[in-house]
């Protein structure tokens, strides 16, 4: 079929966000899911898709366009993102922002060495806010940024938590300071501490025999992730995880608060709402898998980041289109 052909490699939340997302896209298909699980145990949400081991993921290097890599950025994807990267096409959503210069290097180096295009770090943070950071500082040079998140459920720490020893399962929300926004939104351009912006708060659901004090610390001091936050870590039963916090919303807005010609505030503002975190995360992966295929098919090689993606590629209109509608 002339349709991209798209594959998950990983089947959690943004698994199934991606699952979703692809229901709705003209132009592209799923064809295939793969997972470090026992394939025979997992239920699609769409019937018809094949599951495979993720140990035999290379043997169908030639029967997908784009694979959306799925993991978890504390400790799946530094390892799926290079090894994937050599044989396919890939989107990925990671997210440990001090270790991206990092990850890029790795992820660069295996896709030139499989001759693929690798899009790292593609979501709404890093992602679109990225985008819209990088607006702001170019349109007002004279100006500062701000960036705040929730109240909501942060998928990437949620992952960190449930990889910590002892943990069965966790999620963690992100809070932000009503103080510093205040400050923000008055135009005072305060100069703001990461501790000063948000707090975290963690329910935490124990494996059995688990040292709670020993999980506790281990979340306090996890670098890039906790350690430069005000922490909270409550422990809660499997069945009150299950009952109170299934739902992932979450949301947030970048702010750009600068001055032109001798005395002009200028306000540049992006936010987002989310009902689902995971499903609004996995329609970006969707709409940049679009571009990989497209700069594949340009001959491109080699890690990308929003940074390098031109608008249009995103979009299943053509050019022309686009230029007739929406300039
Ligand atoms: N850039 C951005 O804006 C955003 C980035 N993210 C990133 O997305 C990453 C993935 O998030 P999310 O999908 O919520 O993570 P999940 O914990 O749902 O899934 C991570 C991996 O764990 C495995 N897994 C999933 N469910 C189970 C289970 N019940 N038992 C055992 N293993 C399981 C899957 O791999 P397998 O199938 O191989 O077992 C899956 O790929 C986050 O770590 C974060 O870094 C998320 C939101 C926004
Ligand atoms: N990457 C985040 C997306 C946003 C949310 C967030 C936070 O609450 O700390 N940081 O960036 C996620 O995994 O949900």
Request: aromatic share 8%; net charge negative.
């Amino acid at each position: 079929s002339s349709k991209i052909r798209i594959a998950i490699a990983g089947y959690g939340n943004l698994g199934r966000g991606v699952e979703s997302a692809l229901a709705c896209t003209p132009d592209m298909e799923l064809v295939a899911v793969f997972t470090r699980r026992d394939p025979a145990g997992l239920v699609l949400q769409s019937g018809g898709v094949p599951v495979h081991a993720m140990a035999r993921i290379e043997d169908f290097v030639d029967a997908v366009d784009v694979l959306i890599l799925c993991g978890g950025s504390k400790t799946d994807l530094p390892e799926q993102g290079p090894a994937l990267a050599a044989l396919f096409n890939t989107v990925d959503s990671f997210d440990t922002h001090a270790k991206v210069p990092e990850y890029f290097a790795a992820v660069d180096a295996a896709a030139r060495g499989g001759k693929r295009v690798a899009v790292i770090s593609v979501g709404w943070d890093p992602g679109l806010f990225s985008i819209n950071r990088l607006y702001g500082e170019a349109v007002l040079p004279d100006g500062a940024s701000y960036t705040f998140w929730g109240k909501g459920l942060s998928q990437g720490h949620s992952d960190a938590l449930r990889r910590v020893p002892g943990v069965q399962g966790a999620v963690q929300y992100t809070i932000p300071s009503q103080a510093a926004i205040e400050r923000v939104r008055s135009g005072s351009r305060p100069s703001l501490t990461t501790r000063e912006k948000h707090t975290r708060e963690c329910h935490v659901v124990l494996e059995a025999g688990a040292d709670p004090s020993a999980v506790e610390q281990a979340i306090l001091t996890m670098p890039d992730y906790f350690a430069d936050y005000d922490t909270k870590v409550n422990f809660i039963s499997a069945e009150a995880l299950r009952r109170d916090h299934a739902a992932m919303p979450h949301g947030g807005f970048v702010i750009r608060s600068g001055t032109t010609g001798v005395a002009s505030s200028q306000i540049m503002e992006f936010g987002l709402k989310l009902d689902s975190n995971p499903e609004f995360t996995s329609s970006v992966l969707v709409a940049y898998a679009r571009a990989a295929f497209r700069l594949g098919q340009q001959g491109e090689v080699g890690a990308r980041t929003v940074f390098d993606i031109a608008p249009g590629l995103l979009s299943p209109k053509s050019a022309a289109e686009l230029r007739k509608e929406l300039l």
